[in-house]
């Protein structure tokens, strides 16, 4: 669910973050002669509060 900015998810085993979490992910692009870039940028999750977690289950 888009809400602002923010892109918000629910899945029960995903709701199970109990305290703010960050994931680096990496992605890797590789040309047709072999050259490699990598990028790389953060995905942060922040434990919704239960009025949130409400809205979410609703909307899914």
Not at 29 to 52: H, L, N, P, W
Request: hydrophobic letters at 40%; a negative charge.
């Amino acid at each position: 669910m888009l809400k602002g900015n923010e892109l918000r998810i629910y899945d029960g085993a995903l709701a199970q973050i109990e305290s703010d979490i960050d994931h680096t992910i990496v992605l890797r692009r590789t040309d047709a002669e072999g050259m490699q870039v990598d990028k790389s940028f953060v995905v942060s999750f922040t434990k919704a509060d239960d009025d949130d977690a409400a809205e979410m289950a609703r909307s899914a």
